[in-house]
């Protein structure tokens, strides 16, 4: 005689709500304690005594820079261990520093910071109490070292990248000739006037300087061959032409300077 199975009543909504709550209350559990053991264990590792420094690196060529005051303001900003550690604190103070020019800060692990500092490599004198990177940024030292070579470049801030745009062309191109470039002024209306270690000095006015220059460079031998005298003046301002000052000696005892103009100029003179 075969047996009849009683059916099971099905769950009621009631059990299969309160089931599914508390499955999720386990996880939530599960992801509030797995959340709170990864807070302590960020806030243990950013105690200073938890994996301490046990060296720091500085790394890059000096030059100009003093080193101990470098090294001295590495280890004044270090605060706390491996990990508590502010690495951006530690590169601000260094960036601070004269000659700085750029900063990297790293941890190496277990327990050393590394810090590599590249100096700003002069390009050029700007005034009497700055110097122009490579990048031709202004940056000021606490004092000028003597350095030989550098082109001294003068007029308002602002003007810095206008000169850095054509400096190197104009350098070429006086080169080409053997005239060596002492000194580049660009005032405030932008107008050029460059001078010569032989004292001689290239008015150029406003506008494309380097152009300018690579109109006149050509004819520079021929000029500086027409005579004995010393060349102290070139303005090119001169739409098609140029006039020229050259030193004549009067006696044993004075000098005086007799202005010549060539190519004589249709429409005078950009002022």
């Known amino acids: 005689m075969k047996r009849r199975l009683k059916k099971r009543p099905a769950p009621g909504r009631f059990a299969m709500v309160a089931g599914f709550l508390h499955r999720w209350g386990v996880m939530l559990s599960v992801v509030a304690l797995s959340l709170a053991a990864v807070l302590w264990g960020y806030q243990w590792l950013q105690q200073p005594g938890v994996m301490p420094l046990r060296s720091v690196g500085i790394d890059g060529e000096v030059r100009y820079l003093d080193r101990g005051l470098l090294e001295k303001t590495v280890h004044e900003s270090i605060r706390g261990g491996f990990f508590s550690v502010d690495l951006q604190a530690v590169r601000s103070a260094v960036e601070g520093l004269p000659w700085v020019d750029r900063v990297s ?40 070292p003597k350095i030989p070579g550098l082109v001294s470049w003068e007029g308002p801030d602002a003007n810095v990248a206008l000169i850095h745009r054509n400096y190197r062309r104009i350098r070429a191109l006086l080169e080409t000739v053997e005239m060596k470039l002492k000194r580049i002024v660009a005032d405030q209306r932008n107008a050029w006037t460059l001078y010569t270690d032989e004292g001689l000095a290239l008015v150029l006015g406003r506008g494309d300087a380097a152009q300018q220059l690579a109109r006149f460079v050509p004819l520079y031998p021929e000029l500086r061959a027409s005579r004995k005298q010393k060349l102290l003046r070139i303005d090119l301002r001169y739409t098609n032409g140029f006039s020229v000052t050259w030193e004549t000696q009067m006696d044993h005892s004075e000098s005086a300077n007799y202005p010549q103009m060539l190519f004589r100029p249709n429409r005078g003179v950009d002022v």
Do not use: C, T
């Open 105 to 144: 800060v790293k941890r190496l692990w277990p327990d050393r910071i590394e810090v590599s500092v590249v100096e700003h490599e002069p390009l050029a004198r700007w005034g009497k109490d700055a110097l122009v990177n490579q990048r031709g940024e202004i940056f000021r030292p606490r004092s000028l």
